[in-house]
């Protein structure tokens, strides 16, 4: 009888319990609700409501073999609104305590959020809290140019997973070579470096799991091929971004490889698409498209490519700088020489191992 009941127990929770990551338990003082792990192949309550957390008490969970959390699925909301007050009050102090380690508690809270928001995008309240957030960072990064490499081997470190790692890291690049270069005003840098952060909502249409495969099929490559046109859709006439910064988003794998590719597989033909502000792109994302691009879209581009390859993917080890700013130099270097020299004037102080 007692076992009976034990076996219905775990299959019920099995039912109602969620996934949660330990990340998300780093920056809070206090569990929010019970958190479950699996101890000899059964559900187990690991933490209890209001129990204290910390590091010792996280890295205990880990030593123990307990990497895979869960919470019941009407407490998950609690978590997320613990992670995001969390995040709304280090945004408020950025400039009060030691710049490095507030700007790292930041970036590391706004990547959990983004998984937040690729989970619920047409929600006006979660977009309002990331886009507020990460212009506050990026004004404290202009101001803090010193901390950016240091800043950028933590965040590697952390190992977020790279579909929401990849729009921090590449935007953190793109602001020290805007900055040390004086490529633009503050306020475009500021619209370029909000652009660059949300490039990528538009993944948000594959499921992470998805992005874990070796081999990527050739469907798997279209349906990421559009996320440029995704990221528009969802973007357009929300917030403050302006045509010319959906244009970016719309462009921003101009020079991906992966595009190349499907534009010579690919025999649809293209259809021009206007969207609610005006931006025009073509449904096929055609290389040869008739879009100018400019100096913001390049850099935009250059910096996601570089920081793509001088990070770690499952399927593959992290590629050197070098290799990466050769790449950029065949691309770019005949068209945009400023552009290019900036990037390597600042990889030159700034030396990613
Ligand atoms: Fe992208």
């Known amino acids: 009888m007692g076992q009976a009941f034990s076996a219905l127990m775990q299959n019920s929770m099995g039912l109602k319990l969620r996934p949660i990551s330990i990340r998300e338990l780093i920056y809070l003082d206090i569990c929010p609700c019970d958190i479950y792990g ?72 706004l990547t959990i959020n983004m998984e937040y928001l690729y989970l619920d995008t047409i929600n006006d309240d979660l977009l309002s809290l990331q886009a507020q957030s990460v212009k506050n960072l990026f004004l404290f990064l202009i101001n803090n140019l010193e901390i950016h490499e240091k800043l950028f ?53 594959i ?45 921003h794998h101009e020079f991906s490889i992966i595009n190349k590719e499907i534009h010579f597989k690919s025999s649809k033909s293209s259809q021009k698409i206007k969207s609610k502000s005006g931006v025009l792109f073509d449904t096929d994302e055609s290389f040869e498209g008739s879009y100018m691009i400019g100096t913001e879209t390049v850099m935009v581009c250059t910096l996601d490519i570089i920081a793509a390859m001088i990070t770690p993917r499952p399927w593959r080890a992290a590629e050197k700088l070098f290799d990466a700013l050769d790449l950029i130099r065949i691309q770019i270097g005949d068209d945009f020489p400023q552009e290019f020299k900036s990037i390597v004037s600042y990889f030159k102080k700034f030396k990613p191992k």
Request: charge should be positive; hydrophobic fraction near 40%.
């Open 38 to 109: 699996i101890s000899q192949g059964l559900f187990t309550r690991l933490l209890s409501q209001k129990s204290s957390l910390s590091t010792e008490v996280l890295r205990d969970l880990i030593r123990a073999g307990h990497a895979q959390l869960f919470v019941y699925h009407q407490d998950r909301q609690l978590i997320i609104k613990e992670i995001q007050t969390s995040l709304v009050q280090v945004t408020r102090s950025l400039s009060i305590g030691d710049p490095f380690e507030k700007c790292k508690k930041q970036m590391n809270l």
């Open 153 to 205: 081997y933590d965040y590697i470190n952390q190992k977020h997973h790279y579909i929401f790692a990849q729009p921090m890291i590449s935007s953190l690049l793109l602001c020290g070579i805007m900055k040390s270069a004086k490529l633009f005003p503050v306020r475009e840098m500021e619209a370029l470096f909000i652009t660059s952060f949300f490039k990528d909502i538009g993944m948000s249409a």
């Open 207 to 251: 499921p992470t799991e998805n992005y874990d495969k070796k081999d990527l099929s050739d469907s798997d490559k279209i349906l990421l091929s559009n996320h440029a046109q995704h990221s528009v859709e969802i973007l357009d006439g929300r917030l403050s971004f302006s045509p010319s910064s959906l244009n970016v988003i719309a462009h």
